[in-house]
């Protein structure tokens, strides 16, 4: 059983579009997150939610509106996607405790090609 | 100045060889850190995570932490071909906050 899935794995689109990736875990975890990871490989933090509660908003676009309509589930939404927004974008989740961080496991990604 | 330092590489290393991948990072607050293995194409993997001070062995892996030099590294042994990949380093300040940051990984070859 995959452990983090996310759909679609790829997806081609053009600007001005709004699409959305979705995130599911079976690990039973508590905390998720959305990474974008660029053309150079840097990966970052985007967003994080801990038992459907928004923890970490980074500065990102408003076009991009998460969801967690429940622990195991997070969705990402972009409004007027722009040719910046191409990128690979991951899904991770953690069990996390009040005095350590623990592990994230990531997902398969979600390549967004925007022209 | 980059939160997690590592250099980019490529590292080339003989097959049997120790490939040695270091980082740095300058959050004196940072409490846990970990390594990760990214094949191109792929999701980020996670090889091993430390927390205190010193040596964490894992079957070939190897991460040593140093909070006083804010270093970290991990330690391949025997390297094989199969370990050709980008290794990220990641720390994170724990307590509460559930933030990584990430380096911009080095890229290793192990040579057949």
């Known amino acids: 059983d995959t452990a983090v899935s996310q759909t679609p794995k790829y997806l081609v689109t053009q600007m001005g579009n709004d699409k959305s990736i979705k995130c599911e875990q079976n690990l039973g975890h508590d905390t998720m997150y959305w990474y974008k990871q660029d053309s150079k490989k840097f990966l970052k933090i985007m967003f994080s939610?801990?038992?459907?509660?928004?923890?970490i908003n980074e500065t990102v676009p408003n076009r991009f509106s998460p969801k967690s309509p429940d622990k195991a589930h997070l969705n990402l939404h972009i409004n007027s996607l722009e040719l910046g927004d191409s990128a690979v974008y991951f899904c991770?989740?953690?069990?996390?405790?009040?005095?350590?961080?623990?592990?994230?496991?990531f997902g398969p990604g979600t390549r967004l090609t925007v022209t | 100045q980059k939160e997690v330092e590592q250099n980019s590489g490529p590292l080339s290393v003989p097959e049997g060889a120790i490939a040695s991948l270091n980082c740095t990072y300058s959050?004196?607050?940072?409490?846990?850190f970990f390594w990760y293995r990214q094949y191109s194409g792929k999701s980020p993997e996670l090889i091993m995570s430390?927390?205190?001070?010193g040596d964490k062995e894992d079957g070939r892996f190897t991460a040593q932490l140093n909070k006083a030099s804010q270093y970290v590294s991990l330690l391949i042994r025997d390297s094989q071909p199969s370990d050709s990949a980008t290794y990220l380093c990641?720390?994170?300040?724990?307590?509460?906050?559930?933030?990584?940051?990430f380096g911009t990984g080095t890229r290793l070859k192990v040579l057949a």
């Open positions: 990641a720390s994170s300040r724990g307590s509460g906050t559930y933030k990584y940051i």
């Open positions: 959050d004196r607050g940072s409490q846990s």
């Open positions: 991770a989740s953690s069990q996390s405790r009040s005095t350590r961080t623990y592990e994230q496991y």
């Open positions: 430390i927390y205190s001070n």
């Open positions: 939610y801990n038992n459907k509660e928004l923890i």
